[in-house]
Structures are given as structure tokens and as C-alpha cells.
């Protein structure tokens, strides 16, 4: 079972060869490796040409930033099996193996998440590969993504990267997975994500909330006509190109109604952590109206006095 794995790589020359390395490492033999940088010119390329006789291809030109590089190695990939690796992650020793073992023992699984180790200098936590559902996927609580693997040929069905997303152009290809296909799971670390100053993770919070915003519209486009008055009532619409999901709507377990309560408590959130208190509250007035809760009614009541110790007494955030 051959694994295709791809590499967007833009000036990481402080962590590349670490990450290229583990791949090397793994022991597993039937694989190819794809490393898509973006015309790099802190020392990347010559790393790279080190390791290039292992390499089914690699370039170095400029793109149009990761979520391009990407979709040009998944254009490269001949594997049964695809992931991408970042070129500051890791793979742990024996993922490979591991993946492939998994795929062969569970046929009818599509893609799979395994364990993640968040490392970074002086800590580490290893995130368990848990076990999704609409409301979480709906919530961004989603697959962590140096630990998904998936079948090359659901591609076929899903589509690539969208390339008009920097963020969470991950979490818009999972919901397109999660939502028509079987997903499976690895209690066993696979990866190492890194935790560093210049973490795109950690670089605008708020550009990364209107990409949420705008792939729950392409969601609740895709499979209910009648939520999208209430999300627009609520300014909270973003899909103006009127991009849809091809989603089996049997694999919806959850009432949608639910679901729309969860996105907009989401959102509710996220505008009152970025001092939007009055439009946080119209959001938290709109839940407790369709779905009281204990927790939405402290969240709006902290609204209201301005305390910002009351999130953490009452583990709100």
C-alpha cells in the first residue's frame, strides 16, 4: 500500500530537515515523497537537494501560498493513500507502518485521524484522536491535521484544497470528508505538530474566525435552505459566491436546528472575545432563545458586568 506524502515548505530551513528526515526514518518502504516549496531563499533548497534522490519530485518556484503548494503535490500523488506534512511537523517513528496497517485491517474506512503531539520548546501534550460528531465538526473541534491520513480516490469526490483559504483550508477539506465518508481512529501518536512564534495557528485569530464563518455558511448552504434567513438576520453569513458542500445528507445525525444553535453560540464566543459585547449578546440571546443553557446565560451575564476573571472561575471560554 503505497503513501503519498507532500511537503508546502516556504524559508523553514530551521526545521525542514528535522521534518524530512522523519519521513526518511520511518522504515516503510512503499512510499513517495513530494515537497512543494515556494521558491524559499534562507538556505531550504539546499537541504532539500541533499535529500533529493529520495524524493519523487520536489521544486522550489513561487506559488500562491500552502493551500496552491498542496493541491500541486496532491496533482503528483500516485499513492493508495495521501497526507501532508508541514515542514516544521514531525512524524513519529513507525506512523507509516502503522497507517498502512490500519487501511488494510478496516477496508471500509476512508480516512483516519491518529494521535498528535503538540510539542514546543520547553513542553508537550499529546492530543488524543478523538472521536468526532456533527456538533464538534460544527464547532472546529476537528481533526488535528498532521495526524490525518486518507484514501487517495475520495478526492475524486471531495475535491482539493480551496485555494481562496489560508486559515482553515484543512477544516473546510475535513467537513467535506467527514460528511460523506467512514473516518477511523489510532489511539497511537502519528505526528508532532510544533508550537513556534511564527505558527500560522497562532497568527490572526480573527482573519481565522471569519474563515470559520465563512465554511459554516458553505455548510448550512449545502443542507438547509431554511437556516440561511436566520444566519443572515444575524450577519452571520458569509458565503457570497454560493459554494456548497456535495454532502450525503443521511450522514447528518444531528437536527439542524441544533447544529445552527451551536455555530451561532460559537460565534457569540468568538465576538465577545474580540470586545464585541453587544453583538455577543444578541448572538447569546438568539441560543438561550432556542436552547437555555446554564453556560450561555453566565456567558451573557459576564457580558453584562464586565468580568473578565468569571470565564475562567466558571471555565466558560
Not at 3 to 23: F, G, M, R
Not at 160 to 183: G, T, V
Not at 300 to 315: A, C
Request: charged share 25%; aromatic share 14%; hydrophobic share 35%.
Amino acid at each position: 500500500m503505497k503513501i503519498s506524502i507532500i511537503t508546502p515548505s516556504y524559508n523553514q530551513a530551521q526545521y525542514i530537515e528535522q521534518t524530512i528526515l522523519s519521513v526518511l526514518n520511518q522504515g516503510y518502504k512503499d512510499f513517495e515523497y513530494i515537497i512543494i516549496d515556494g521558491g524559499s531563499t534562507d538556505g531550504s533548497v539546499e537541504i532539500i537537494k541533499k535529500y533529493e534522490k529520495h524524493l519523487k519530485y520536489w521544486v522550489s518556484e513561487k506559488d500562491n501560498g500552502q493551500s496552491h503548494a498542496l493541491n500541486k503535490g496532491f496533482a503528483l500523488a500516485t499513492g493508495d493513500i495521501v497526507c501532508w506534512l508541514n515542514s516544521d511537523d514531525l512524524f513519529e517513528a513507525n506512523a507509516l507502518k502503522r497507517v498502512a496497517a490500519f487501511f488494510r485491517e478496516n477496508e471500509d474506512v476512508n480516512f483516519l485521524q491518529g494521535q498528535v503531539v503538540n510539542f514546543s520548546t520547553n513542553s508537550q501534550e499529546v492530543i488524543k484522536a478523538q472521536r468526532l460528531n456533527d456538533i464538534e465538526m460544527v464547532k472546529r473541534v476537528a481533526l488535528h491535521q498532521p495526524g490525518v491520513f486518507w484514501k487517495r480516490e475520495i478526492l475524486n469526490t471531495t475535491g482539493h484544497i480551496d485555494e481562496s483559504l489560508y486559515y482553515c483550508m484543512d477544516y473546510d477539506l475535513w467537513m467535506r470528508f467527514y460528511f460523506n465518508y467512514k473516518i477511523g481512529y489510532i489511539d497511537e501518536p502519528l505526528a508532532r505538530f510544533r508550537i513556534h512564534d511564527s505558527s500560522k495557528t497562532n497568527d490572526n485569530p480573527i482573519k481565522m474566525y471569519m474563515e470559520y464563518r465563512k465554511i459554516a455558511s458553505r455548510f448550512f448552504s449545502s443542507v438547509s435552505s431554511d437556516s440561511l434567513d436566520v444566519l443572515k438576520s444575524l450577519e452571520l453569513y458569509d458565503n457570497d459566491k454560493n459554494v456548497k458542500y456535495s454532502i450525503q445528507l443521511d450522514s447528518i445525525k444531528t437536527p439542524l436546528s441544533e447544529l445552527l444553535n451551536v455555530y451561532v453560540n460559537e460565534c457569540a464566543i468568538q465576538e465577545y472575545s474580540q470586545g464585541h459585547i453587544k453583538k455577543a449578546n444578541e448572538l447569546f440571546s438568539f441560543v438561550l432563545q432556542n436552547e437555555p443553557s446554564l453556560k450561555t446565560v453566565l456567558f451573557k451575564v459576564k457580558n453584562w458586568l464586565g468580568i473578565k476573571k468569571f470565564s475562567n472561575y466558571f471555565n466558560l471560554s
